[in-house]
């Protein structure tokens, strides 16, 4: 044998070794590599379960809303209301346009629209062709929104976003009338993961608004423990088991704390990369528990249970897994399988009577193949979308940051093609600005014979706060329009709601007990931090009436 020595590398070890060590470093390397990939398909994955709960929930939403705003049709969005079309047209230009609402001013038009949002929502609620719910939902939400922007609040804003990135996404791929109607193969699938990018783009979503609206808790009002203490003392806005909160001094700092906590760390949580099922489960638990509590303490509309229903579409599929295994074990399904299969094709006949279709109204996949591993996927064109109104979404954010939520910004970008969807994003809800101003109207008016009124409430002028009577309220809609006619900007608003007023004072009064004159004061009520108030009257408007 040869006695010639092995070639051996620089730390003594042969070729063969070098190799082999080389290939398991690329080796771990490559499988962390892929251990990383899967772990950010997990995280940015979205449920279709969750999916599901989150298009039940914005359909009650609509609902809702319609309902609410059904009380103020004549005066919210016909001719004799507070904003007449050809006043919307001037102001709002295109979008008054593209608006369904404005192509007629009569109430009886109003209530047809709102007949048919309230049908669409219904199918959208059982999901019934649940992508032209989607659809038809959203569009004659935003002809709405265009009608009368005045009345509109966040709220309403976060509602129209997420059903945007809706049309986007399979709402309808489970427990809805499309996946009963559907092949059987689709409610047989295990696999319930969908990666898209309008589902990254609704996750960013929910998370961008908190994320903005920390930035402006950036202020001397949340860093010394106060701001608590200010919103509880709205008094326009605070219910009574809110004046019950703001009277016990520890607790306020407290919940200053917890809200700027809150709205920075839950949107970071969610994406925690280790525990992801948990932290979602605690995050949205605290979030629903968050809002439910603002709900309860603070007068704001709509936005609290749009928010806690936003936070439903992280909801983790290994709960729907847990959950529905127990479900299956307390009903005895797993003993009998074949009565669930039976059932579910007993129910698929209505449904496919309804699509008037034989292969169902599925409206995920045209055809659903038998296996299970195979995934639903969303189509190119909804992705070209999604990536496009998601890169104007992260833009539109980033500018109005560093305009810091400037009205004239704002205005001046009412250019922009996203304006005319109604993309604006803008979540000072919870600015230093308005925590502190409170303020009431008083509108001193005479009438034709000479008697002294309140033009507001028609009773006798009182100058004290409306808000200490028991039971006054006029509506999340109407605080919000009432609000927006002390801003700058709003004169020709206030011009077309003093003759509204005078319309709906004189129905059905003699001509001696008409209104005359009268005019527009704000009272505004600024709390100071030693619990003092400061008031200061602004007159708003002077109104006389034309005589004959």
Same mark, same amino acid.
């Given at each position: 044998?040869? /006695?010639?020595?092995?070639?051996?590398?620089?730390?003594?070890?042969?070729?063969?070794?070098?190799?082999?060590?080389?290939?398991?470093?690329?080796?771990?390397?490559?499988?962390?590599?892929?251990?990383?990939?899967?772990?950010?398909?997990?995280?940015?994955?979205?449920?279709?379960?969750?999916?599901?709960?989150?298009?039940?929930?914005?359909?009650?939403?609509?609902?809702?809303?319609?309902?609410?705003?059904? +009380?103020? #049709?004549?005066?919210?969005?016909?001719?004799?209301?507070?904003?007449? !079309?050809?006043?919307?047209?001037?102001?709002?230009?295109?979008?008054?346009? %593209?608006?369904?609402?404005?192509?007629?001013?009569?109430?009886?038009?109003?209530?047809?629209?709102?007949?048919?949002? +309230?049908?669409?929502?219904?199918?959208?609620?059982?999901?019934? !062709?649940?992508?032209?719910?989607?659809?038809?939902?959203?569009?004659?939400?935003?002809? =709405?929104?265009?009608?009368?922007?005045?009345? =509109?609040?966040?709220? $309403?804003?976060?509602?129209? %976003?997420?059903?945007?990135?809706? *049309? *986007?996404?399979? %709402?309808?791929?489970?427990?809805?009338?499309?996946?009963?109607? +559907?092949?059987? +193969?689709?409610?047989?699938?295990? /696999?319930?993961?969908?990666?898209?990018?309008?589902?990254?783009?609704?996750?960013?979503?929910?998370?961008?608004?908190?994320?903005?609206?920390?930035?402006?808790?950036?202020?001397?009002?949340?860093?010394?423990?106060?701001?608590? @203490?200010?919103? #509880?003392?709205?008094?326009?806005?605070?219910?009574?088991?809110?004046?019950?909160?703001?009277?016990?001094?520890?607790?306020?700092?407290?919940?200053?704390?917890?809200?700027?906590?809150?709205?920075?760390?839950?949107?970071?949580?969610?994406?925690?990369?280790?525990?992801?099922?948990?932290?979602?489960?605690?995050?949205? =638990?605290?979030?629903?528990?968050?809002?439910?509590?603002?709900?309860?303490?603070?007068?704001?509309?709509? #936005?609290? @249970?749009?928010?806690?229903?936003?936070?439903?579409?992280?909801?983790?599929?290994?709960?729907? $897994?847990?959950?529905?295994?127990?479900?299956?074990?307390?009903?005895?399904?797993?003993?009998?399988?074949?009565?669930?299969?039976?059932?579910?094709?007993?129910?698929?006949?209505?449904?496919?009577?309804?699509?008037?279709?034989? !292969?169902?109204?599925?409206?995920?996949?045209?055809?659903? &193949?038998?296996?299970?591993?195979?995934?639903?996927?969303?189509?190119?064109?909804?992705?070209?979308?999604?990536?496009?109104?998601?890169?104007?979404?992260?833009?539109?954010?980033?500018?109005?940051?560093?305009?810091?939520?400037?009205?004239?910004?704002?205005?001046?970008?009412?250019?922009?093609?996203?304006?005319?969807?109604? *993309?604006?994003?803008?979540?000072?809800?919870?600015?230093?600005?308005?925590?502190?101003?409170?303020?009431?109207?008083?509108?001193?008016?005479?009438?034709?014979?000479?008697?002294?009124?309140?033009?507001?409430?028609?009773?006798?002028?009182?100058?004290?706060?409306?808000?200490?009577?028991?039971?006054?309220?006029?509506?999340? !809609?109407?605080?919000?329009?009432?609000?927006?006619?002390?801003?700058?900007?709003?004169?020709?608003?206030?011009?077309? @709601?003093?003759? @509204? %007023?005078?319309?709906?004072?004189?129905?059905?009064?003699?001509?001696?007990?008409?209104?005359?004159?009268?005019?527009?004061?704000?009272?505004?009520?600024?709390?100071? &931090? /030693?619990?003092?108030?400061?008031?200061?009257?602004?007159?708003?408007?002077?109104?006389?009436?034309?005589?004959?």
């Amino acid at each position: 044998m040869s /006695d010639v020595p092995k070639q051996t590398g620089k730390a003594g070890l042969t070729g063969s070794e070098v190799g082999r060590g080389q290939a398991r470093s690329t080796g771990v390397i490559s499988g962390w590599l892929v251990a990383w990939r899967a772990r950010l398909g997990v995280l940015l994955s979205v449920d279709l379960r969750s999916l599901a709960v989150l298009r039940i929930g914005l359909a009650g939403l609509l609902l809702v809303d319609l309902i609410g705003r059904a +009380g103020d #049709l004549s005066a919210h969005y016909s001719d004799v209301g507070v904003l007449p !079309r050809a006043a919307l047209f001037e102001s709002e230009g295109l979008r008054a346009y %593209l608006s369904l609402h404005a192509l007629s001013g009569s109430v009886l038009w109003q209530a047809g629209l709102f007949v048919l949002a +309230g049908l669409f929502a219904l199918m959208l609620l059982a999901g019934v !062709r649940t992508r032209l719910a989607t659809v038809a939902s959203w569009l004659l939400l935003l002809s =709405l929104h265009h009608r009368n922007p005045v009345v =509109l609040q966040a709220g $309403d804003a976060l509602l129209r %976003l997420l059903l945007f990135w809706g *049309m *986007m996404l399979p %709402l309808g791929a489970r427990w809805s009338v499309d996946s009963a109607a +559907g092949p059987l +193969g689709l409610s047989r699938r295990k /696999d319930n993961r969908l990666l898209s990018v309008a589902g990254v783009a609704i996750f960013l979503q929910v998370c961008l608004v908190y994320w903005f609206t920390a930035t402006f808790k950036d202020h001397p009002m949340w860093w010394h423990e106060n701001a608590a @203490y200010f919103a #509880l003392n709205i008094d326009q806005l605070v219910t009574p088991l809110g004046m019950w909160v703001r009277q016990i001094d520890w607790l306020l700092p407290i919940l200053t704390w917890t809200a700027f906590a809150v709205a920075i760390v839950a949107p970071v949580l969610v994406f925690c990369p280790v525990w992801t099922g948990t932290a979602r489960l605690l995050v949205i =638990l605290a979030m629903i528990g968050t809002h439910l509590a603002l709900a309860m303490c603070l007068k704001l509309g709509l #936005l609290p @249970y749009v928010a806690m229903v936003s936070w439903l579409v992280f909801l983790p599929g290994r709960w729907w $897994d847990w959950l529905w295994a127990r479900s299956r074990r307390q009903r005895g399904l797993r003993a009998n399988p074949s009565r669930a299969l039976w059932v579910l094709a007993l129910v698929k006949r209505l449904p496919m009577i309804v699509s008037g279709s034989r !292969r169902g109204t599925g409206d995920v996949l045209i055809d659903v &193949p038998t296996d299970r591993h195979q995934r639903i996927g969303a189509r190119r064109w909804e992705q070209v979308v999604a990536v496009v109104a998601l890169v104007y979404l992260v833009t539109w954010n980033l500018q109005w940051l560093n305009a810091h939520g400037d009205a004239t910004t704002g205005e001046a970008r009412q250019a922009a093609a996203g304006d005319v969807l109604r *993309m604006e994003q803008s979540w000072n809800m919870i600015s230093p600005e308005a925590l502190g101003l409170d303020g009431w109207f008083v509108m001193p008016g005479k009438l034709r014979d000479g008697t002294q009124v309140d033009a507001f409430t028609g009773g006798p002028v009182n100058w004290s706060n409306p808000s200490a009577i028991a039971g006054y309220d006029p509506g999340a !809609r109407w605080r919000k329009y009432l609000r927006n006619l002390t801003k700058p900007g709003h004169d020709h608003n206030l011009h077309h @709601y003093a003759k @509204y %007023l005078v319309r709906t004072f004189n129905t059905d009064r003699t001509i001696d007990k008409q209104l005359e004159s009268f005019d527009i004061v704000f009272i505004q009520e600024a709390t100071l &931090p /030693d619990g003092e108030v400061e008031v200061t009257r602004n007159t708003l408007l002077q109104y006389h009436r034309d005589p004959y």
